[in-house]
Every structure is written in C-alpha cells, then in structure tokens.
C-alpha cells in the first residue's frame, strides 16, 4: 500500500444490497456491512493515496449450476433488463479498471456489475 503511485484495494461484494431475496437477508445484512466497511476503509489509507472500493457483481453462471433446471438461468436473465447474464470477463473488466490508472482518484465507491438487475 505504500507504493509511490498509492495501492489498490478492492473488495469483492453481492448485489444483495440492492435487491432483496426472501431467505437471504442474513446474506444481505453482511453484504451491506461489507460495503459500509469499505467505504469506511476509504477514508484511512487515503492520505498516502491508497484508494478503497468495492465491485458488486450480480449472478454469474459457474459450473455449480450444471445441475439446475433447464429454465433457471432463463428465469435469471429475463430479469436484467439487459437481456444478458454478466461473466465473470465483466466482473474482472470492472475490478482492472479500478487497479491501475483509471482508479487513481476513485475511492469509497461501489460498482456495480449486473446489468442494472436490481431495477427489476
């Protein structure tokens, strides 16, 4: 973190802070401490030019949903009004963006990965 150009912090959060799914407010309710924790970090290293943030992707297809049903995923993407699943490509773009030079005066904020899912 002391590095002359400042460090990088990024933490990886849910989207359940924008959405809520009933049976997972326990989820919800860490995911939004994790966020809070974030943004409070933000402000510590921030002198020395170390910057804080969190991405927040949505769902994205892994091999541990091989087993579901046919329709599931087809269930998941007519909710993102983008038509589309994100991939984990999208979410790493996102994280990258925030590591190095485009990152250099972005500090406490979240960005949100997910195709604007929580709209729906």
Do not use: K, Y
Not at 8 to 31: H, I, K, N, Y
Not at 32 to 48: M, N, V, Y
Not at 91 to 103: C, R, S
């Amino acid at each position: 973190m002391r590095a002359a150009g400042g460090g990088r912090v990024v933490m990886m959060g849910s989207d359940l802070t924008q959405r809520t799914d009933v049976r997972w407010s326990a989820c919800s309710a860490a995911a939004a401490a994790q966020l809070t924790l974030a943004f409070t970090w933000a402000r510590e290293p921030a002198p020395e030019r170390n910057t804080v943030n969190a991405v927040v992707p949505g769902r994205i297809p892994a091999q541990r949903h091989a087993g579901l049903a046919p329709g599931f995923l087809v269930g998941w993407t007519d909710r993102v009004p983008l038509r589309q699943l994100r991939t984990s490509a999208t979410v790493a773009f996102g994280t990258g963006w925030l590591t190095f030079a485009g990152g250099a005066f972005i500090t406490g904020e979240q960005i949100t990965v997910h195709g604007e899912h929580g709209l729906t």
